[in-house]
């Protein structure tokens, strides 16, 4: 079964739209990276939470863990064509050894902004 | 559907050793790889771009000779740290990029842990 699990997987709004995504994990996460991608390119590292209750903001995107860590949500205010990619989160989750952590990633939630 | 692997996924070596690591697209033809190192507790940073048949393009800071990337084929590239010292232990994780049929496609490997003794 997929460890984290993001919602929605694609999403299309209309510029100046405001938009959430999901990110939602069954296990305790100890840290919550949400990066954003395009297709043919790099990652582009947008924010890293870890204490539970923390919000962060950059620009018009605004990201928060909740109090029990195991849920974030990434939310972009008056969405431009530029917001435009692939939002992936991250998460740092010890394996089932328990003495190493471990990086997954969501599937990722594909984001179109219309003009 | 598209998958991409990493081997191996732990090593642990003495320093002074080189270390190899593969990343494999299972199911498309990736045209273009990146690597990515993450530390402990931090975001993962992106090392290099290889595009099939080409140089790697390092990021700034990235040390193109120790960190040797090869993209020989369309399904393989191999990224070498050579003379391992522990300050490169970390996790190295792998993005392939290509076209599935028609489709764009972008998966990671599941990553490799280095430890260097």
């Known amino acids: 079964s997929q460890e984290l699990e993001q919602s929605p997987q694609s999403l299309i709004v209309q510029e100046g739209k405001n938009l959430t995504i999901n990110c939602t994990s069954s296990?305790?996460?100890?840290?919550l990276y949400w990066y954003k991608q395009k297709y043919g390119e790099g990652l582009i590292f947008l924010m890293m939470?870890?204490?539970?209750?923390e919000e962060k903001s950059h620009e018009k995107i605004t990201a928060k863990l909740d109090e029990k860590k195991q849920q974030s949500s990434l939310h972009i205010t008056a969405s431009q064509p530029s917001h435009a990619g692939i939002y992936l989160c991250?998460?740092?989750?010890?394996?089932?050894?328990?003495?190493?952590?471990?990086?997954?990633f969501g599937k990722g939630t594909l984001l179109t902004v219309n003009p | 559907g598209a998958v991409v692997s990493q081997h191996p996924s732990w090593v642990i070596c003495k320093s002074g050793t080189s270390v190899k690591i593969e990343c494999r697209s299972l199911d498309f033809q990736a045209t273009t790889m990146f690597w990515y190192r993450q530390f402990p507790k931090q975001s993962l940073m992106l090392m290099a771009t290889?595009?099939?048949?080409?140089?790697?393009?390092?990021e700034q800071g990235v040390e193109k000779d120790k960190f040797l990337i090869n993209h020989a084929s369309l399904t393989l590239s191999t990224l070498t740290v050579t003379s391992a010292h522990p300050e490169d232990s970390s996790f190295y994780i792998c993005?392939?990029?290509?076209?599935?049929?028609?489709?764009?496609?972008?998966?990671f490997g599941p990553g490799t842990r280095l430890l260097v003794l």
């Open positions: 939470l870890q204490k539970g209750g």
């Open positions: 993005s392939a990029y290509g076209l599935a049929g028609t489709r764009e496609t972008q998966y």
């Open positions: 991250g998460a740092d989750r010890l394996d089932s050894g328990g003495s190493n952590y471990k990086l997954t």
């Open positions: 296990k305790t996460l100890y840290g």
């Open positions: 290889s595009n099939e048949g080409s140089k790697a393009t390092y």
